[in-house]
């Protein structure tokens, strides 16, 4: 609760007095009930001049949170607005009793074997602690700072390492003599970015320092288990996400925090992995909203680790094929510099991109203009196909035909019992609706009474479908939600799959035909072109080079911004003009600007008692979901933390009287409308 979020001192009675130390997991009493807590800092006395209760008990001497996790937390959940005890949720996984008990034998007797060894995976269910302590700086008994010395040497990173990228070896220097480097990388159509990060991090650990990467999914991250294992030897890294059970994620968690290894990569669960000596943070693709985390307080996994950064001194690296408004900011204010390739380069390894939407495609077939599949594209992948190369159809939605309509009047097909959209499952299947799950088979238009329906919106199967008929006897593979798949094989074949879970093909995609792009163009959000040309670019960078045969088609209008960025494979321009655009209308993170969102009533009262910067505009209420309604509460950058400040302190008030209605408090919410 926020008006408890503070620490609170109490007494160590003198049979814990050995295993109470900072770090550990405790049991106190408070306001009556028995409740979880961290032990943050030993002292000899205390500046609480009442009358102290005492430890009920240390649920484990294992000091699982490091000091410099615990500022850290601290620092988040100012940022955020939130309270410590949620950041701690997310930073420390739950206790899995069997797994300490066996990392501390095998501790105590270092011949016997690990017969789990820790290793990939993905964030687990957090368990629900409500602590009511807060940030300390204290040292944690019986931890190695160092970075251990694990395995045979780290090899040195060899000449050739970045030197597509002029800045690109001036970095890895860097690292390895312990700078606090910075660096916002645009990554090289079809780069092998695993490989530049694990030469990243070798750099680093060459150094004697650590580094924690974070990737927004297990495919990125098995690629980068795979690279850094090539490069740094069995042994030497864990990898930390949810994909993994209790137990695995515990044990992984421990060997970083014991200093068993100095790297940890992993999804966004490896945002507060305790690594001593840090000296590199890295995020991959930073604009993917699973870096995002959907639980409060709602820290972005690429503002975790720039606030790693910078309280620890450690170098920062935001890589990714594109940029995003938010590393751009960090290149503009001198913050980080850019590591980029120089145009000779670039057009040496860029396919050859293509929009059907211009004046000279129009001239040779009006029909592009309404076209799902202009004759560019068509022949772009016929000619792919008889040179015996793969073919990469992306598609923004997946199913078969998520969106349906009246084939008479075209009037949006909705459901009789809520209101929510028909889809067709299949060719022969039945409509039914995407909220409520209701079949509509009797199904008949309100405005003209039809019953024949046709497509609004295609989905990633019903393309399969299409595409296996226009190309007899190629194989069609589809990547999606179902199963998404990694590699594909080099010979001739189509691909379709929905943006982040294109397959890499053995030698690149002959072609890549970008369907649809309305749906991505015309999303009611503020990152609708941003989100657009990353999606573009990910798929684009599996293309081989245009001297090979690799060509890209964009079923889009080449005037568009984002269109021309992808044309010119220049994300640092279009993130330039984003950037300069958010700025002149005051949206984020050009501004700082937080959401309030509740009944009318509740969001009206925590804004009446927050006593927010006068610098601070209101804008608002608009709908959100239900009876609900949102308000957003902007200021400049340099009133960040007094609005953080306002806004915590302001629901710290309501918990204090026990207001009824909640309040969802976000900062920089990813979706503004």
């Known amino acids: 609760m926020a008006h408890l979020d ?88 739950p206790r899995h009793a069997r797994v300490e008990k066996d990392v501390r034998a095998r501790a105590a007797a270092p011949d ?61 220097r860097a690292l390895a003599e312990g700078r606090a480097a910075r660096a916002v990388w645009s990554a090289l159509p079809g780069e092998d970015w695993p ?3 694990a030469e990243a991090v070798a ?36 990898c930390l996400s949810a994909a993994l059970g209790p137990a695995r994620r515990y044990r992984a968690f421990l060997a970083a925090r014991r200093g068993d290894v100095a790297v940890v990569v992993g999804t966004r669960a490896a945002m507060f992995a305790p690594v001593a000596r840090l000296g590199l943070v890295a995020i991959w693709d930073d604009g993917d909203d699973l870096h995002a985390e959907p639980r409060a307080p709602y820290p972005h996994a690429r ?86 190369l793969p073919v990469l159809v992306q598609v923004p939605r997946r199913g078969y035909l998520p969106s ?27 409509p039914a609706c995407r909220w409520c799950g209701r079949v509509a088979a009797a199904y008949a238009c309100p405005e003209c009474g039809g019953r024949r329906l046709r497509a609004s919106v295609t989905g990633a199967r019903r393309t399969a479908e299409e595409l296996g008929r226009a190309f007899p006897g190629v194989p069609v593979r589809t990547s999606g939600r179902e199963e998404v798949l990694a590699t594909v094989p080099g010979g001739a074949g189509l691909v379709i799959a929905t943006p982040g879970a294109e397959p890499v093909a053995d030698g690149g995609f002959g072609a890549v035909l970008l369907l649809d792009s ?36 964009v079923v889009a209008d080449g005037a568009l911004a984002p269109v021309q960025a992808l044309l010119r494979w220049d994300a640092g321009w279009f993130a330039a003009r984003e950037l300069a655009e958010r700025r002149e209308l005051g949206f984020p993170p050009a501004v700082r ?54 806004l915590h302190s302001a629901a710290g008030v309501r918990t204090a009287r026990k207001a009824a209605e909640p309040v969802r408090l976000q900062v920089d919410p990813l979706a503004l409308f």
């Open 6 to 93: 503070r620490p609170f001192d109490y007494l160590v009675p003198a049979e814990l007095d050995a295993d109470a130390v900072p770090g550990v997991r405790v049991k106190v009493r408070f306001a009556g009930q028995l409740v979880d807590g961290w032990l943050l800092e030993r002292a000899d006395d205390s500046g609480h001049t009442g009358r102290l209760a005492y430890l009920e008990k240390v649920v484990s001497p294992e000091p699982v949170l490091a000091p410099e996790v615990a500022r850290l937390a601290r620092a988040v959940a100012d940022r955020y607005a939130g309270n410590l005890a949620d950041v701690l949720r997310l930073a420390v996984p």
């Open 112 to 172: 016997v074997p690990d017969v789990e060894p820790a290793v990939a995976g993905v964030g687990p269910a957090v368990a629900d602690v409500d602590s009511a302590v807060a940030d300390v700086d204290s040292a944690v008994a019986g931890v190695d700072s160092g970075v251990p010395d694990v395995g045979p040497a780290v090899p040195d990173v060899g000449p050739d390492a970045w030197r597509d990228y002029p800045a690109g070896p001036a970095l890895l």
């Open 195 to 197: 490989a530049r990060y």
């Open 203 to 238: 750099a680093t650990v060459a150094g004697g320092r650590g580094a924690v990467v974070v990737v927004a999914d297990n495919r990125d991250l098995d690629r980068l288990d795979a690279a850094l294992h090539d490069a740094l030897g069995p042994g030497r890294h864990v």
């Open 303 to 388: 503002e975790v680790l720039l606030t790693r950064a910078q309280l620890g001194d450690a170098a920062a690296l935001v890589g990714g094929y594109t940029r995003t408004a938010e590393a751009q900011l960090l290149v503009e204010t001198g913050w980080a510099r850019e590591v980029v390739a120089d145009r000779a380069t670039l057009r040496a390894r860029m396919p050859a991109i293509a929009p059907t939407g211009d004046d000279p495609q129009l001239a040779r077939d009006p029909g592009a203009a309404t076209a799902r599949l202009p004759s560019l594209a068509w022949t772009t992948a016929r000619e792919s196909l008889r040179a015996d």
């Open 404 to 430: 349906v309509a009246c084939a008479e009047c075209r009037t949006p097909a909705r459901c009789p019992h809520c209101a929510g959209p028909l889809a067709l499952p299949s060719a022969e299947g039945t």
């Open 518 to 553: 309305w749906a991505l163009l015309t999303r009611a959000d503020l990152r609708a072109g941003e989100e657009a040309l990353r999606r573009w670019l990910a798929a684009a960078a599996l293309a081989r080079p245009a001297a090979a045969g690799g060509r890209v088609v």
């Open 593 to 646: 600007m937080a959401s309030v969102t509740g009944l009318p009533a509740a969001v009206a009262d925590l804004l009446a008692e927050a006593r927010l910067p006068a610098e601070a505009e209101l804008l608002g209420p608009v709908p959100a979901d239900g009876e609900r309604e949102r308000m957003l509460v902007r200021v400049p950058r340099a009133r960040a933390g007094a609005l953080a400040g306002a």
